[in-house]
């Protein structure tokens, strides 16, 4: 099998897990909600500024989700020694990078849909400069999935995973909350040279995250 | 040239030396039995063997890949898919019907689907197949587990504990698919602790107590060790 044969292998089979185990819809979705609608509650008295915050509030929310994905992407692993399955499939390190991170990546996106509907609709947003929000986002997922990929595999093999990976990974995902907040800001602002070029710094961090994953993830995994 | 040649290995869990200074050395075609107690081992040295635990001193050949020399992490992955190990996980997911699960691991064996469809009917789970592994009992998830592990035809085979939670059907069933490997040049090393089912299986025993074998290479002719 090719190198993207198994990566996509790895990735339909996280997807098939979640699509029965339904955490995303059931819960990961649901705590997105909540944090939106806890953000506009605190900012109520003054409403008026909450268009200006909502790029930031936005991919705040998308990276506290992002948290849940990641761990829940590496939980699954973890039940009935599935990462020695993994290990002995005899499945490329950095093909199962790509698959995890593609399926993290893939289930962020549509968390994101429907997150970002919600957002304009509450915090009344009036949308502009689309043709730039949808490759921000789509960059901006793509760095946190291979971020949170990364991480997500140091983390996998210890007791302590669940409070590891907020820790190990917020930092890291740092670059991508200021570059896509501010990506979304230039966007709805309409400045979109602006809003490009912030994108581009997206679409680096995310390439040398995706390059680190490929490279380390195989060694990682086995320690781990 | 050994198939598995393990010499004076030890391997630390933390501190704790879960062997200390094993030896085993096993021919094409052989079954093998590690007899012991609780704690004796048997555990780590096959999962030293599959590359799943570092050997911090020793050194250990496996199919002509010396694991020790260049560490687990650096066990090529088409290395990996010529043996295969059945421990006391499954390596299955809860959420995966048997057939879903069985198809991950054949397809990313690189093994034909046939493959996948004959180990189900060998080891009776073709009317399992659309269940999820949550919904299995204990016995039939061992029986995927033997069934995953065995359909990619590796040439070494590692079993812990492999008659476990297994009927009397799936027990024979087991046993006669090893003997038809061995016969066609597989390797197979298994852990057991039921001597009588162990000891009609294997050609050879290897004692493993303290982390140290007893005729793992010296005391080559077929003996019977008890556990």
């Known amino acids: 099998m090719t190198f993207a044969g198994e990566a996509a292998l790895v990735a339909g089979k996280d997807l098939r897990i979640e699509a029965r185990a339904r955490v995303v819809t059931a819960q990961v979705l649901p705590f997105a909600g909540i944090v939106v609608l806890l953000f506009a509650f605190a900012l109520d008295p003054r409403r008026n500024v909450l268009p200006t915050l909502a790029p930031g509030l936005f991919w705040v929310a998308v990276l506290l989700s992002s948290l849940l994905a990641v761990s829940r992407s590496f939980a699954i692993e973890s039940e009935h020694g599935g990462r020695d399955g993994l290990r002995l499939a005899g499945l490329d390190g950095g093909a199962i990078f790509l698959g995890k991170a593609a399926a993290i990546g893939l289930q962020l996106l549509l968390l994101e849909v429907v997150l970002l509907v919600a957002v304009f609709a509450l915090y009344d947003v009036e949308v502009h400069g689309l043709v730039v929000i949808v490759p921000a986002a789509l960059v901006a997922t793509a760095g946190i999935a291979a971020a949170g990929t990364v991480y997500g595999v140091l983390a996998a093999g210890l007791r302590v995973r669940e409070t590891l990976v907020p820790v190990l990974v917020l930092p890291a995902v740092a670059p991508v909350l200021l570059g896509a907040t501010r990506a979304f800001e230039l966007a709805l602002a309409g400045e979109l040279g602006g809003a490009w070029r912030w994108t581009s710094l997206l679409a680096v961090f995310a390439a040398l995250y995706t390059m680190l994953g490929v490279l380390t993830f195989g060694p990682l995994l086995e320690e781990a | ?227």
């Open chain 2, 1 to 227: 040239m050994p198939v598995v040649a393990v010499r004076d290995a030890v391997c630390l869990l933390g501190h704790f030396p879960a062997l200390a200074g094993a030896d085993l050395e096993v021919e094409a075609g052989e079954i093998v039995w590690l007899a012991g107690p609780n704690g004796a081992g048997k555990t780590t040295l096959l999962r030293l063997i599959a590359g799943l635990v570092r050997c911090h001193s020793g050194s250990v050949e496996v199919l002509g890949h010396d694991l020790a020399h260049d560490g687990p992490g650096r066990l090529r992955h088409a290395h990996r898919r010529r043996l295969a190990l059945v421990g006391h996980d499954t390596n299955c997911y809860d959420d995966l019907t048997v057939a879903e699960n069985l198809r991950f691991a054949v397809r990313a064996a690189g093994c034909p689907p046939a493959a996948g469809e004959a180990a189900l009917s060998t080891f009776g789970l073709a009317e399992l197949a659309a269940v999820t592994h949550a919904a299995l009992s204990a016995g039939q998830r061992r029986r995927l587990a033997l069934a995953i592990a065995l359909c990619r035809q590796p040439e070494l085979v590692l079993l812990d504990e492999p008659h476990g939670g297994l009927d009397t059907e799936a027990r024979h069933a087991l046993d006669q698919t090893l003997t038809t490997m061995a016969a066609g040049g597989g390797t197979v090393i298994f852990a057991s602790h039921e001597a009588e089912r162990a000891g009609a299986l294997a050609a050879r025993a290897v004692r493993v107590e303290g982390g140290r074998t007893v005729g793992g290479i010296a005391e080559r002719a077929v003996e019977r060790v008890g556990t």
